[in-house]
């Protein structure tokens, strides 16, 4: 199973509501990472996760709130978000255990978030 | 920091062959990734560079020059799914894992 799935797919939710993004891998990888992308614009690093401790936080707003329940689950919790966070956010996981040459991360399909 | 550079835009011929440079200011440095994006799609990985040289994968080359923090992806055969938007990204260490930065994406439209 080389797959990171990732749901919803695609989420509207009003600036007060509370809801929580999910992705899930089985590759057995030990970092995992949420990113957040604009419309043509590059991936931005918002989160990482190193043997399901929180190892990098670039500095994200506390509207944003990961969680990584195990080692295949990773969560993003989102509250009181404005309209310029709607964006793709993606969930990706790569192997990184220091020893791999390798660098590859699988990212998950997205989902497309439209704060009203 | 980190920064990037890559042209925003590239427009080839179906058959031809096209290079997409890359240079970088990193510290840290451990590696030059490509990745591949189509529209309403995630990145996907296409290659790695940790020494200099270049790395061959089907119709994907890729070089790095790490005297020089430049690199390039080359793509031959150009066929019109190898239009998408081409992404490269530094891998440095820092806070104890290992972080990508992305450049701002090259967008490749193949021609008939």
């Known amino acids: 199973d080389t797959e990171v799935t990732q749901t919803p797919k695609h989420l509207v939710m009003g600036m007060t509501n509370k809801k929580s993004l999910k992705c899930e891998q089985h590759?057995?990888?030990?970092?995992m990472y949420w990113y957040k992308q604009k419309a043509k614009k590059p991936p931005e690093l918002m989160f990482v996760?190193?043997?399901?401790?929180?190892?990098i936080n670039e500095s994200v707003p506390s509207r944003f709130s990961p969680e990584c329940p195990n080692s295949s689950l990773l969560n993003l919790h989102l509250h009181a978000l404005q309209p310029e966070d709607s964006a793709l956010y993606l969930c990706?996981?790569?192997?990184?255990?220091?020893?791999?040459?390798?660098?590859?991360?699988?990212f998950g399909p997205g989902t497309r978030l439209t704060v009203l | 920091g980190q920064s990037l550079e890559q042209p925003s835009e590239v427009t080839a011929v179906e058959g031809a062959i096209v290079q997409i440079n890359c240079t970088y200011q990193?510290?840290?440095?451990?590696?030059l990734s490509w990745y591949q994006q189509h529209d309403g799609g995630a990145p996907t990985f296409l290659s790695y560079?940790?020494?200099?040289g270049l790395e061959e994968t089907g119709r994907f080359s890729s070089f790095l020059s790490r005297s020089d923090s430049y690199g390039y992806l080359l793509l031959q055969e150009l066929q019109m799914k190898d239009s998408a938007s081409y992404f490269c990204?530094?891998?440095?260490?820092?806070?104890?894992?290992?972080?990508?930065?992305f450049g701002k994406g090259t967008k490749l439209s193949v021609i008939p």
């Open positions: 590759m057995g990888h030990r970092a």
């Open positions: 990706a996981s790569s192997q990184d255990d220091g020893r791999s040459y390798y660098n590859e991360q699988f």
């Open positions: 560079n940790a020494l200099d």
């Open positions: 990204a530094v891998k440095y260490s820092g806070a104890g894992s290992y972080q990508l930065t």
């Open positions: 996760y190193s043997y399901e401790k929180l190892s």
């Open positions: 990193t510290s840290g440095f451990y590696g």
